[in-house]
């Protein structure tokens, strides 16, 4: 079975300042990774995918996540917040063979001025 | 741009109403579509798949009567919410897989409409 934990339910940064949202994941074959963002009422939007090429995936915004398999991890980095990307932020696992999608419970993600 | 679109964005109805939302794939014929339901402060729950021309696969817990699921054609599915009640507020969103859809490919992201908030009064 797969399952996906994002380790801290809100994150608080200051504007100009790194974010590091945490993900682990649990899955019995090479899983397929992603993170999405949320902003308030709207749909989601995809930042990066890991697909087993590069462990190391570039997003769109600035942010970026390494997969590492030794951990079970897949954590989502900026070296710089803006406040606009203050949003509700999910690590998701794609299933065997990728017909359910399962997701973390979400990471909100404050950035302060 | 967009490739799926989701229609009403916001629904404000009595209790006791029904509610159809619309989930279009603008870009692609997808034969599957999902839907999930989002509380607030919480995450996705996948509520049902929706298969065209057959019968939508529900989750576990999610009242097949209660939320109707139509996949009449290859680029629309609807969810109707019927004899809505408060506890059936929430965000709805829809999504369909990448260009593989249909094999609902491992690596293919998903795309997600920007979602309905239903408020049942």
């Known amino acids: 079975a797969q399952s996906v934990t994002q380790l801290d339910s809100h994150v608080s940064v200051s504007e100009g300042t790194p974010v590091l949202l945490r993900c682990n994941y649990s899955?019995?074959?090479?899983?397929?990774l992603f993170w999405y963002v949320q902003h308030p009422n709207k749909g989601l939007q995809l930042l990066l995918k890991?697909?087993?090429?590069?462990?190391l995936v570039k997003g769109i915004n600035g942010f970026e996540a390494e997969f590492k398999k030794s951990e079970t991890s897949f954590h989502l980095t900026k070296p710089s917040a803006h406040m606009s990307d203050a949003a509700e932020y999910f690590c998701?696992?794609?299933?065997?063979?990728?017909?359910?999608?399962?997701f973390g419970a979400g990471t909100r993600l404050f950035v302060k001025a | 741009g967009a490739v799926v679109s989701q229609h009403p964005s916001w629904v404000i109805c009595k209790s006791g109403t029904s509610v159809k939302i619309e989930c279009r794939s603008l870009?692609?014929?997808?034969?599957?579509m999902f839907w999930y339901r989002q509380f607030p402060k919480q995450s996705l729950m996948l509520m049902a798949t929706?298969?065209?021309?057959?019968?939508?696969?529900?989750e576990q817990g999610v009242e097949k009567d209660k939320f109707l699921i139509n996949h009449a054609s290859l680029t629309l599915s609807t969810l109707t919410v019927t004899s809505a009640h408060p506890e059936d507020s929430s965000f709805y969103i829809c999504?369909?897989?990448?260009?593989?859809?249909?094999?609902?490919?491992?690596?293919?992201?998903?795309?997600f409409g920007d979602g309905t908030r239903l408020s049942i009064l």
């Open positions: 998701v696992v794609r299933s065997t063979g990728g017909f359910k999608t399962i």
């Open positions: 899955s019995s074959y090479s899983p397929s």
């Open positions: 890991y697909t087993s090429a590069a462990t």
């Open positions: 870009d692609f014929q997808a034969t599957t």
């Open positions: 929706s298969n065209e021309g057959s019968k939508a696969t529900y």
């Open positions: 999504s369909r897989g990448g260009v593989l859809a249909d094999i609902a490919a491992t690596n293919q992201p998903q795309h």
